[in-house]
């Protein structure tokens, strides 16, 4: 399917290392993580209800893989992403997504130019991805 690899940049990747005691999280802990610090942000918010950094947005990472970090950003994207960045270690990554410049500004090269700042970067390429296919439904449930 058409999507982005997530790579390496050319002067390497800028990702904090995690403690390596702890054991990683998975989407579900980070997803509630996340919902929790945006009702904050959102609690300081001025009286029109903007102050999410002037429209732009920021999506924390901890103790995740780069598998890991490549899904949080393939649900930003809408679109799949795949890790082969070859990245072995567990990292706190706080992913800072800055607001559109102009109103053609799409999401997708905003998360780029935040991956880029992580010494990262997105390739867009056919990459492979598990998909379920339904060959055949019938109408009437037929007995086991």
Known sequence: MPGYALLVGKNGPKLNVSDGDAKPLNMEEMKSRA??????MMAGANANGIGMMGG?????????????????????????VVDMTE????Y???LVIPPPQDPADG??????????????????????????????????????
């Open 35 to 40: 919902e929790g610090r945006l009702k904050t």
């Open 56 to 80: 732009g947005m920021s999506r924390g990472f901890k103790r995740a893989t780069s598998g890991t970090l490549a899904q949080g950003i393939s649900q930003l994207m809408h679109s799949p």
């Open 87 to 90: 990245l072995t270690g567990q």
């Open 92 to 94: 706190d990554v706080d």
């Open 107 to 144: 999401i997708e090269n905003r998360v780029a130019q935040a991956v880029d700042k992580l010494g990262l970067k997105l390739e867009s390429r056919k990459v492979p991805v598990a998909a379920l296919v339904v060959d055949k439904i019938a109408k009437t449930p037929t007995a086991n």
